[in-house]
């Protein structure tokens, strides 16, 4: 067994509904721009081009119920619910016709960004990092394996802020579908099992404030609720 220098930090992990048995975090990545009616209220054109791809890291997640504490050097901390892919089986160059058979299950997501720093990084041609990746920044609920939900292709997704409905679209008005999304991932890396993908937000995006309860939910997936402190 090795030994460290210092010591190591849990792995990160996500619950499974209906199993003791925890999900292990590799990685997780993010699709930016993914839903048409988002990308116009980003000032983006609303057409298939290939999509944005960041990081978020695996140590930023906040699992159902935990408290999101507002993070520092941020005025505009926003929501953005989305459906999350657990890469359950590896691989390089995966087809997006074979993508569906290494998808371990779902969950729902909330990509919390920072998004005056992120829209400072966007006018001057920089990277996301400082404004996707903070302590909670990824929000996620209990995955579903497939066998349970099946390959989610449409259905309601939608978030509310203190009992108002801010976010409600369906999974059919993603741009990129998760067999693409997966293909176009892998040609740049080689999934591991235990990557999260977070695939993209509708419109409805907007700020938090300390006191705020926010409830993401998608069809078939559960609820996920945070309150910001």
Do not use: C
Not at 129 to 140: L, N, P, S
Request: no cysteine.
């Amino acid at each position: 067994m090795a030994s460290y220098v210092v010591t190591p930090l849990p792995r990160p992990s996500v619950a499974v509904d209906g199993e003791v048995a925890r999900f292990p975090v590799q990685r997780i990545y993010g699709v930016g721009f993914n839903y048409a009616d988002h990308a116009v209220e980003m000032s983006k054109d609303a057409v298939k081009t290939p999509p944005v791809l960041f990081g978020k890291a695996a140590d930023t997640l906040l699992a159902d119920g935990q408290h999101l504490s507002y993070p520092s050097k941020t005025s505009d901390l926003h929501y953005e619910v989305e459906l999350v892919v657990a890469i359950g089986t590896g691989g390089a160059h995966i087809p997006a016709a074979r993508a569906l058979d290494h998808v371990y299950g779902y969950a729902v997501g909330n990509d919390f960004t920072r998004r005056d720093l992120q829209t400072t990084a966007r006018a001057q041609g920089q990277p996301w990092d400082i404004a996707k990746t903070f302590e909670g920044a990824a929000g996620i609920g209990a995955i579903y394996a497939t066998p349970m939900v099946g390959h989610l292709k449409r259905g309601r997704i939608w978030l509310s802020v203190n009992g108002v409905i801010k976010q409600d679209s369906d999974l059919a008005q993603m741009i990129w579908s998760v067999p693409d999304i997966i293909a176009e991932l892998s040609s740049y890396f080689s999934l591991q099992p235990g990557d999260l993908i977070y695939t993209g937000t509708p419109a409805g995006v907007g700020p938090l404030s300390v006191g705020d309860v926010v409830i993401a939910g998608i069809e078939s997936l559960g609820t996920l609720t945070h309150r910001v402190v």
